[in-house]
């Protein structure tokens, strides 16, 4: 996965003219090696506790490269922070975030989607993307 994943972002950094650099590669292979969401200060910190140097500016210059290459997208935000997720490979999916631990939990309703789809055909439009939060409280924080 991660080496496709690296191909689709080697080829959108070339369309754009912009060089895949060994920190760009650091970055996408640590968002790559997490199987959660993440915000950009969580891979810093592993980056970092993994003896390399990068800055957090970097990361942060990486990150919009990503989502505009398909790669993550930002799944929800969440107590004063945003949280993303890497999307290449995966089926599209919705949350439920709590609003006291900040938990995520991620669900399919084919209804919802069939729904969806039904009010695009109705209004004559395409969609493109959408994303579903549902904020509340976990069975633990209610």
């Known amino acids: 996965m991660l080496t496709i994943a690296e191909g689709k972002f080697r080829n959108y950094l070339k369309q754009k003219g912009l060089k895949f650099t ?22 810093f910190i592993r980056i970092r506790k993994k003896g390399n140097h990068i800055s957090r500016a970097t990361i942060y210059r990486t990150f919009p490269l990503l989502v505009e ?3 993550i997208k930002e799944a929800v935000h969440c107590q004063g922070g945003v949280r993303f997720e890497h999307i290449y490979g995966h089926e599209h999916h919705d949350h439920l975030v709590c609003l006291k631990c900040g938990k995520i939990i991620e669900f399919k309703e084919d209804r919802i989607e069939e729904l969806q789809d039904a009010i695009c055909k109705r209004y004559d439009f395409t969609p493109v993307e959408h994303k579903l939060g549902i904020r509340g409280y976990c069975k633990r924080c209610r």
């Open 22 to 43: 060994p920190e760009r590669q650091l970055v996408l292979e640590e968002v790559f090696s997490l199987h959660k969401h993440f915000e950009v200060e969580d891979i």
């Open 69 to 71: 290459s398909g790669l």
